[in-house]
């Protein structure tokens, strides 16, 4: 039987160098062979280009953000978000608004992350945990209002069983408009991925860096530490009339409970009494099979 060709790092042959679309993470691959000269490059033109068409997209679609407006001004008056709230007295912006790559403002989130709300009652469907003063979306996201009328975003007990031990979690990044019901954060696991939907409109503020370096505080602490990010919410009163909360999310719960017993009945074992869904066996999940169980609930 042939053996397959192990997967490994693209080396770039000696004597050439890394495009500068490669070096920045666009693109997997490609070298530079006209010496940098990038205005004269089809290659560079057509990336541009491509770009272009996706931030007109976007902007005709949520408007220009915060970030955008900024780098329309000369440099010199590109001041950092944090002189803007007049958190620091002065400083520029060195990262053109990538917040989320930007150590100075990973620095200050973790000084400045609004304190959370501690959780009350947990009330128990079966296997699943259901926090009380949550809003729960039908991707099963949560949402719950904190000081300053900002957002916090996470996800269910209940599809946290389901995930399992994740190899990855995609943030948005700050300054990112998200939409109630549309993809925002990717999970990734053993080469596979699904997309977690927003529960409400809004733009994010923060991220939890925690979540990325270590995606287990998701299945330790999915209402507490677990949390994904935070947003200035735009829709709220609209958006929190399409999510559940109270006797209407435990009933919620309740029916995907039931949902998923049909989706995986093969998967899963139920005690005969109907008691409960022995949740070792979603560690099982792998591959393919992970993505079209946790797609089925989050998508």
Known sequence: MARAAKKGFKLIPEGQRKCVWMEAGVVSYK??????????????QALRNKVARAQAAQEAKFGRTWAQEMLRLPASQR???????????????PSAYECGSCDYDQQMQERMEPARLPVGVIKEIMEFKVAEGFYFHEGHAWARSEHGGRVRVGVSDFIQHLLGDLASVQLPDIGHPVVQGEPVVMLRKNGHAVKLRAPVSGVV??????????????????????????VEPSKLKKNLKKLKTGEDAEGFIEKERERLIEVMSDDLRVAADGGPIDTDV???LSGERWESVVGEFVG
């Open 31 to 44: 070298t530079c062979t006209l010496n940098f000269d990038c205005p004269t490059c089809e290659y560079d």
């Open 79 to 93: 001041v950092c978000r944090y002189m803007i709230s007049g958190h620091v007295d002065y400083k520029l912006c």
């Open 282 to 284: 979603f560690k099982e």
């Open 205 to 230: 503020s923060h991220i939890n860096q925690r979540i990325k370096e270590k995606p287990a505080l998701i299945n330790k602490e999915p209402y507490e530490e677990g949390w994904l990010f935070i």
